[in-house]
């Protein structure tokens, strides 16, 4: 998604406008909002956003699946907040309190802690994956200065892990982050490990203090961070202002201090062993089988965004064990069907739109990220979804019966490789790209078996009659400059006039007389950045709305002011009368249909006093857009008495099929 700040604001807006974002975060596909009001929010407008390949609700999070442009939609929705928040996480609707939601709610807790610090313990993980490579080729001997003074910098990381957890877990809970880092930072602190570590250990008051590692832990952290954001907050509000500087760090200091050495500390030491001993025991217990099934699902489980889940047990085996065999390799089965099945439907269409589509998710799939092929193609198509799966659990069984292992806590792809490198079995990078490539072999074969394109040889031949039927001499000198989107690039030449009728169920008729303009000269960000489609607009000089095509009643709101109607070709159009008239509640406005109505082209749907619109403040410029210019392309064919007048039923524009348009442009 471009870093468009009329994207951005329509973003803005399906979420519920900035004074509903109490937070905002991003992983490497998707805008993780977290919203005052849960409802306030349009996914359904969301999906339909350009750019956008989804929108969903997980638990306490409305998450925006963008993809690989996600860093660049961030900046722009940040930009366009000004730094603004509209409401504070505290202050969040009450919603009924369900177990599903107090799982959302952790859910959340849970990715805001691990997502950020991804990068640092992937780059680290990569970087001694290198590392161990060459040492295994001989070019860099693992017993040598340069490898030992190299080695430090990734380990570093995961020694140092329990900083970067108390860092992200402050900023979550809006505790002081350096207060943070400075509670817990004594457990690492070498004094602190000789002394638990001598000869009859220690005890503080007589109690004695476990002789606990406490490097690379991340739950002691997390712990001490909980309890210290109620501290702060406490002696913050009853400590004088002279004194608040200085007697809030102590107090703060004196209590966590002393129950994080005493019992915070080997509480989340236990419970870090016990999650690394869960993922250790369900692989222990089923083996190849858990690898395989985890592979098939994970389709599912990454389109609800429940795969960051994964991710602190997955950090915590590696900080334990330094390898891990469970999700890593699944992940990377799963990466590698997602790629063969985009393949295999690149190869099999004749769409050159879903073409384009395919091979660009594939490429993306092959570098692990699959949300753009998860979206833009898998989840689109049921086959096309289970040649994945298959595929998934093929490379993934082969994966596990050969106990490959990641060394890296990064999305498995071909940049990343270097993470199965194992010094100790030089065989594990081998299986590795053989998994991989079962993966892509089988999903691939099995997709080009069992898909097939759904767009039938009729209608494609009523596409290409239309598109034979649109002249030069349609085009109004101004129009065919100005218009926006698509327009004005897909004109033929030498074609003949074609009567209205010749346009068929891919020709727009006039809803209204008046004037035509350009969508670009609309008074609305919207409509005129072609946000919700390509199309023109009318400035009407009378107020019968007429179908401009004949379908189905899709959309009609209840304010009047706007109707949508979707052709038997699958053309979607909207009819919007007006700028910002749904604010009239239907005054001024006569239905003559409801949704779920069939209409003929021409047949009356709405009646619009004009002259009282207008008395009341409003814009009446009408937009008629093709709300799914992704698949169809608008081509301008206006006639009227004079350039850019129309009366209602001539012939408006014709939609085009865009791999058919590029044919005839």
């Known amino acids: 998604m471009a870093s468009s700040q009329e994207e951005a604001k329509a973003i803005i807006a399906g979420v519920g406008g900035t004074a509903n974002i109490a937070g905002l975060t991003h992983c490497s596909t998707r805008l993780r909002f977290t919203l005052v009001d849960d409802s306030q929010a349009d996914l359904e407008a969301l999906k339909n956003l350009p750019g956008v390949m989804s929108a969903v609700q997980s638990g306490a999070q409305t998450q925006v699946v963008i993809g690989n442009g996600v860093v660049g939609a961030f900046n722009a929705v940040e930009r366009e907040r000004g730094g603004k928040t509209g409401g504070n996480a505290a202050n969040r609707v009450k919603q009924p309190l369900t177990w599903r939601r107090v799982g959302g709610t952790l859910m959340d807790f849970v990715v805001s802690i691990f997502s950020p610090i991804v990068p640092a313990i992937a780059g680290a993980g990569i970087f001694k994956s290198l590392l161990v490579g060459a040492a295994a080729l001989g070019w860099l001997p693992a017993d040598s200065q340069n490898y030992k003074l190299l080695a430090v910098i990734p380990d570093a990381v995961f020694a140092f892990l329990p900083l970067l957890i108390a860092y992200t877990t402050a900023k979550k809970l809006n505790v002081n982050r350096p207060l943070a880092l400075g509670v817990v930072a004594f457990l690492l602190f070498a004094n602190f490990s000789t002394l638990i570590n001598g000869e009859g250990g220690a005890a503080l008051f007589g109690i004695k203090v476990q002789a606990v590692a406490y490097a690379s832990q991340v739950f002691p952290s997390i712990l001490a961070v909980l309890l210290l954001w109620p501290l702060e907050r406490f002696f913050t509000k009853i400590s004088p202002g002279p004194i608040r500087v200085f007697f809030v760090p102590f107090m703060c200091y004196l209590i966590v201090g002393p129950l994080l050495m005493l019992v915070l500390g080997p509480v989340g030491f236990w419970l870090g062993s016990l999650l690394t001993g869960a993922m250790i025991g369900l692989y222990s217990l089923l083996g190849w089988v858990a690898v395989a099934v985890l592979a098939a699902l994970l389709p599912f489980i990454i389109a609800v965004g429940m795969h960051k889940a994964f991710i602190p047990p997955t950090i915590a085996t590696m900080a334990a064990t330094g390898r891990d065999s469970f999700y890593l390799v699944a992940s990377l089965g799963h990466n590698a069907a997602e790629a063969g099945a985009c393949f295999a439907v690149a190869v099999r269409t004749r769409s050159s739109r879903l073409r384009a589509t395919a091979i660009s998710a594939g490429v993306s799939a092959i570098f692990g990220i699959t949300e753009p092929a998860l979206y833009g193609v898998t989840l689109q198509n049921r086959k096309v979804l289970l040649s994945v799966m298959a595929g998934a659990f093929a490379g993934g069984a082969y994966l596990g019966l050969t106990v490959v292992a990641g060394f890296a806590v990064v999305g498995p792809g071909l940049a990343s490789f270097t993470m199965f490198v194992d010094g100790a079995n030089p065989m594990n990078l081998l299986n590795a790209a053989i998994g991989a490539l079962i993966s892509v072999a089988v999903a691939f074969v099995i997709s080009a078996v069992i898909w097939k394109d759904s767009t039938s040889p009729t209608i494609r031949k009523e596409l290409e009659d239309a598109a034979e039927g649109v002249a030069d001499e349609d085009f109004p000198?101004?129009?065919?400059?100005?218009?926006?989107?698509?327009?004005?690039?897909?004109?033929?030449?030498?074609?003949?006039?074609?009567?209205?009728?010749?346009?068929?169920?891919?020709?727009?008729?006039?809803?209204?007389?008046?004037?035509?303009?350009?969508?670009?000269?609309?008074?609305?960000?919207?409509?005129?950045?072609?946000?919700?489609?390509?199309?023109?607009?009318?400035?009407?000089?009378?107020?019968?709305?007429?179908?401009?095509?004949?379908?189905?009643?899709?959309?009609?709101?209840?304010?009047?002011?706007?109707?949508?109607?979707?052709?038997?070709?699958?053309?979607?159009?909207?009819?919007?009368?007006?700028?910002?008239?749904?604010?009239?509640?239907?005054?001024?406005?006569?239905?003559?249909?409801?949704?779920?109505?069939?209409?003929?082209?021409?047949?009356?749907?709405?009646?619009?006093?004009?002259?009282?619109?207008?008395?009341?403040?409003?814009?009446?410029?009408?937009?008629?857009?093709?709300?799914?210019?992704?698949?169809?392309?608008?081509?301008?064919?206006?006639?009227?008495?004079?350039?850019?007048?129309?009366?209602?039923?001539?012939?408006?524009?014709?939609?085009?099929?865009?791999?058919?348009a590029s044919g005839v442009a």
């Open 477 to 660: 000198a101004e129009l065919a400059e100005h218009s926006t989107g698509t327009a004005a690039r897909h004109t033929t030449a030498g074609a003949p006039d074609a009567a209205p009728a010749s346009l068929g169920s891919y020709g727009l008729i006039a809803p209204l007389t008046g004037t035509v303009i350009p969508l670009a000269e609309v008074n609305d960000p919207v409509f005129a950045g072609g946000i919700l489609g390509d199309g023109v607009a009318i400035r009407p000089t009378s107020g019968g709305v007429r179908a401009p095509i004949a379908g189905t009643v899709t959309s009609m709101l209840n304010s009047k002011h706007a109707i949508g109607i979707t052709s038997d070709g699958g053309v979607e159009v909207l009819v919007h009368v007006g700028i910002d008239t749904m604010k009239l509640n239907g005054e001024h406005f006569i239905t003559h249909v409801t949704q779920g109505d069939r209409v003929e082209a021409g047949q009356l749907v709405i009646e619009a006093d004009l002259a009282a619109i207008e008395a009341a403040g409003y814009d009446t410029t009408t937009p008629v857009v093709v709300t799914n210019s992704d698949r169809f392309a608008v081509v301008v064919s206006t006639r009227g008495n004079a350039a850019g007048s129309i009366s209602t039923g001539e012939p408006l524009v014709s939609i085009t099929e865009k791999e058919l």
